[in-house]
């Protein structure tokens, strides 16, 4: 839908908050860079640069909501990543104590929902952003799609 600019001030005033600051993208904050509720963000780079571990890092340290479409990464990788961030502990350690009291413990405040479709077409990305709608009657804080193929 269109706006015209004086209507939009509205929809820019819905869409100006921002999110909560990270203290390892402090170089970014200080320089005037932000992540604000409703912005479109893209992280490229060479295969192997660490985009998934940063997409989930972000989204771990703000503690938002998160629907994170994994495509790129399997469960197992996705979680000992995750579940190491949570905890301090190794991720190869991890992995292999996923299904464990001390896994589940790392994973349990997590606010971060993977949807681990390898090739999720736009109207299934859409049922999720439903679901989570019906679910909890608002939208995701923050959505990640990983990756745009």
């Given amino acids: 839908m269109a706006y015209l600019a004086k209507r939009a001030i509205a929809l820019a005033s819905r869409t100006a908050e921002p999110l909560p600051e990270v203290e390892w993208l402090k170089g970014l904050h200080d320089n005037g860079y932000h992540f604000y509720r409703g912005m479109v963000s893209m992280v490229a780079g060479v295969p192997g640069a660490m985009k998934s571990m940063f997409a989930l890092a972000f989204a771990n340290a703000t503690g938002l909501d998160t629907l994170y479409f994994s495509a790129d990464s399997d469960a197992a990788s996705q979680l000992s990543r995750l579940a190491a961030m949570r905890s301090g502990?190794?991720?190869?350690?991890?992995?292999?104590?996923?299904?464990?009291?001390?896994?589940?413990?790392?994973?349990?405040?997590?606010?971060?929902?993977?949807?681990?479709?390898?090739?999720?077409?736009?109207?299934?990305?859409?049922?999720?952003?439903?679901?989570w709608v019906e679910k909890y009657n608002s939208f995701p804080d923050i959505i990640v799609v990983d990756n745009l193929r």
């Fill in 89 to 131: 502990v190794d991720s190869d350690y991890t992995r292999t104590h996923l299904d464990t009291p001390q896994g589940e413990e790392a994973l349990g405040e997590s606010r971060v929902q993977f949807c681990f479709d390898a090739n999720p077409a736009l109207p299934d990305m859409q049922d999720e952003v439903d679901a």
